[in-house]
């Protein structure tokens, strides 16, 4: 079965940002545990979900799983923007199916319009974000935005080895991560970060770096990584009231209205 989400005000944060060089093998460990927790929805195969747009517009294509993972970005930077674009869905059992299709035997992929692949999740997500109008055009700023995402990415990082344990080593491996210094650390950074840049990490205006934050934030506290309590940013509360504000933005807050559900329940406003 083929489901395809064709959308124009997108709808639709690895749970994690998880750097652009992962595995195929560790992201297809983290994705697996992601489908084990997601049982409510059903993914046969490869789908496809249409929503409202144009037939002449030929959006672009966007290749993942259906849980939030790397795709998650790109997903609401699309959607901020109102960039056209559509969904192919794919089930994880099925999946080494497809795998041969994709440029370096992963996802996400974004399929542009006149056919050709763009791979890595980190690519995918700037280029959805300079569509989208949300990619600096100032160096100084651009290179703010990156900051930004670069250290939430660093804290997502933290995490990866323990998708490599045995499902009963995971809860203590990541309890140990929350409890050492170099993870407190890293969130102390990003709340000066936060603290000293103003009302968005790269200026006076939403920017890619704020949607990386956002998803980075969100998806820590999500509850798909068992161990890590969902009231983490209670202790970090600049943290917590940039995550909320950012979840209200009305482009963010509608998307995750419409599919909330699941893991995704935690990137709505107040959620943290």
């Known amino acids: 079965m083929l489901l395809v989400k064709r959308i124009k005000s997108v709808r639709d944060i690895s749970g994690q940002r998880w750097s652009p060089i992962l595995s195929s093998e560790l992201q297809r460990s983290i994705l697996k545990q992601i489908f084990d927790s997601t049982q409510s929805r059903t993914l046969l195969g490869r789908r496809k979900v249409v929503t409202t747009a144009a037939v002449s517009e030929m959006p672009l294509k ?12 790109s997903r609401l930077c699309f959607t901020i923007g109102k960039v ?59 290179a703010l935005a990156d900051q930004a995402a670069f250290h939430m990415a660093d804290i ?85 009231a940039y995550r909320n504000r950012i979840a209200s933005i009305p482009a963010i807050k509608e998307f995750y209205e419409k599919r909330g559900e699941g893991f995704r329940a935690a990137f709505k406003p107040d959620a943290a």
């Open 62 to 73: 966007l290749h993942y799983f259906d849980p939030p993972g790397r795709a998650e970005t």
């Open 84 to 142: 056209p674009y559509e969904e192919v869905i794919y089930e994880f059992k099925t999946w080494p199916e497809h795998k041969a299709k994709m440029p370096f035997g992963q996802v996400p992929v974004l399929e542009l319009e006149d056919g050709k692949m763009l791979a890595q999740g980190g690519a995918i997500e700037r280029y959805a974000a300079k569509l989208a109008g949300l990619y600096p055009e100032d160096p100084l700023k651009a």
């Open 156 to 240: 997502s990082e933290l995490f990866v080895p323990t998708f490599r344990l045995a499902p009963e080593e995971r809860v203590k491996a990541r309890q140990e991560i929350l409890a050492a210094d170099k993870f407190k650390e890293k969130l102390q950074q990003l709340s000066k970060l936060l603290e000293t840049s103003g009302e968005y990490v790269a200026g006076d205006k939403l920017s890619y770096g704020d949607v990386v934050v956002f998803v980075g934030l969100s998806n820590i506290i999500c509850g798909f990584m068992d161990g890590v309590p969902r009231d983490l940013l209670e202790d970090y509360p600049v943290l917590k």
